[in-house]
């Protein structure tokens, strides 16, 4: 089963995509235009470089960067620009590619997408062969199934199986995959339009999910026990079930997904899940998303009121700038809308700071109009309750991780380090500036804790309380046994 080189397929793609979507922009135009983003939007560019005299190792990555930029085309320029962002080591400063083409364009893409034979007799072969690297098998998520195969020392490609997309048929290669280490791919996915979308740093998490913007693959074979815990539907959807008479588990696999559809699993099993006396949650790979937690929070709350919040002390704190005060202003498009004055006019206040004093950090604190008692329910049951999480556990996730071990003294963390991307939080992404870009935007986050200096959690992400012992196959497993031998104690 011969293939063309995966870097000449990819080069030669790149290429042709290039001629299909003219780009009049050149690297080193997008790379001004990212730099100059970067150091008057984003928080930490001023904690890394301008608080250690401007960083000798910053200047001399920025200096090799843009002199390389003057080589490197408009379509090769992803790489130098992801290497910028790297320097600040920051999950929440990233590129992402979303490529605009029309119909003629995304017809004239689909001629070169390359084929690969992989009848169903060969698929069974493939199945039951040895695997060499945990991403080869085959993968699905809730459009498509593809299989993953070696066809080089470090390089992969996505063959597809089926795919709810007509045009895409069984044998087109939909993955472009590169090992860079242990558990890190470089990839390019071809979009259901033909276009090609690079993501790097790209991880397997619990041995059984492939997740990386806005897609999240989980594994079907070779088979693994935390097949058990995934929706084979649509590997996006949080999980219930009674693991036995004494333990339920949830599992959240990402917070990319409407509250509402947590809130109703919650609600289906309310009567489980405030009877039964151990509760797993596991946001193992949950990379962030969106605030869903609400239901889950009341459920592990052990303190019948919240800590009271001290009169005129901010939350968190932003870098004024034009784009930062466009943001908050974004923000409060609801509450204009619906004429709330007060909303209006918190932040009106805060906009006018943000445009007046650009460079100094302004503080900054969500609009709340809730008045009078803020009692909570505090539930008999679960008694026990475990939160799972790995490195994969990231943002959205890490925050729900540190609400509820601050609220709930029924709460053990389980597993390893989270990721470390919760220091600087909400993220805003813009359109690199550069006249003819209309594929490369940059995401960097808004807000940031003013504890970020005597206790910041990047560095080693949220320690669990007790590590699953490495080598576990079935995590919930191990947790659930340690649970019940807690409560025979």
Request: overall charge positive; aromatic content about 18%.
């Given at each position: 089963?011969?293939?063309?080189?995966?870097?000449?397929?990819?080069?030669?793609?790149?290429?042709?995509?290039?001629?299909?979507?003219?780009?009049?922009?050149?690297?080193h135009e997008l790379l001004t235009g990212l730099i100059t983003k970067v150091e008057s939007n984003y928080a930490g560019y001023i904690h890394k470089v301008k608080e250690h005299k401007e960083n000798k190792e910053y200047l001399l990555l920025k200096g090799q960067l843009t002199q390389k930029s003057?080589?490197?085309?408009?379509?090769?320029?992803?790489?130098l620009l992801s290497q910028y962002v790297r320097f600040f080591n920051d999950g929440h400063l990233f590129i992402i590619e979303i490529p605009r083409i029309t119909a003629g364009q995304s017809d004239s893409l689909s001629q070169y997408i390359k084929h690969f034979d992989l009848s169903e007799e060969k698929l069974k072969d493939f199945v039951h062969q040895a695997k060499t690297d945990p991403l080869e098998g085959v993968w699905n998520d809730k459009s498509q199934k593809i299989a993953i195969l070696k066809n080089g020392i470090n390089s992969f490609i996505g063959v597809t199986l089926e795919n709810t997309n007509a045009q895409w048929k069984r044998g087109m290669i939909k993955m472009e995959i590169e090992k860079v280490k242990p558990n890190e791919y470089n990839?390019?996915?071809?979009?259901?339009?033909?276009a090609p979308i690079r993501f790097t740093q790209v991880h397997i998490y619990k041995n059984s999910v492939l997740p990386f913007g806005v897609y999240r693959f989980a594994r079907e074979s070779p088979v693994s026990p935390e097949l058990n815990y995934i929706n084979n539907t649509d590997p996006e959807l949080p999980v219930f079930r009674q693991l036995d008479t004494n333990t339920c588990l949830i599992t959240v696999p990402t917070a990319l997904i409407n509250p509402a559809i947590l809130d109703s699993i919650l609600r289906s099993?309310?009567?489980?899940?405030t009877t039964t006396p151990n509760l797993i949650i596991d946001v193992r790979g949950n990379l962030g998303g969106n605030y869903i937690w609400g239901g889950l929070q009341a459920l592990t709350n052990t303190k019948e009121y919240p800590e009271p919040k001290k009169e005129n002390e901010d939350e968190f704190l932003m870098l004024a700038s034009e784009d930062n005060a466009d943001y908050v202003f974004g923000m409060s498009t609801y509450l204009r809308n619906t004429k709330n004055s007060a909303g209006v006019a918190h932040y009106d206040t805060l906009i006018a700071k943000l445009r007046n004093f650009p460079g100094e950090f302004i503080g900054f604190s969500f609009y709340n109009s809730a008045q009078g008692n803020n009692k909570r329910t505090v539930y008999k049951f679960p008694q026990q309750i475990a939160i799972l999480m790995d490195k994969g556990t990231a943002s959205a996730g890490e925050a729900f991780v540190l609400s509820v071990k601050a609220n709930s003294d029924k709460v053990t963390l389980y597993g390893e380090n989270t990721y470390g991307m919760i220091d600087y939080m909400n993220t805003n992404a813009k359109k690199i500036p550069c006249q003819g870009n209309n594929s490369y935007y940059y995401g960097y986050p808004t807000f940031f804790a003013p504890s970020i200096k005597t206790s910041p959690v990047n560095p080693t992400g949220i320690k669990p309380d007790i590590y699953v012992s490495p080598g576990t196959e079935d995590w919930i497993e191990w947790v659930k046994l340690d649970l019940s031998n807690k409560k025979k104690k």
């Open positions: 089963m011969k293939l063309i080189g995966r870097f000449t397929l990819v080069c030669f793609l790149y290429f042709v995509f290039g001629k299909v979507v003219a780009q009049p922009c050149t690297c003057n080589s490197t085309n408009y379509n090769d320029c992803y790489q990839l390019t996915i071809y979009r259901n339009d033909f099993n309310e009567q489980a899940l």
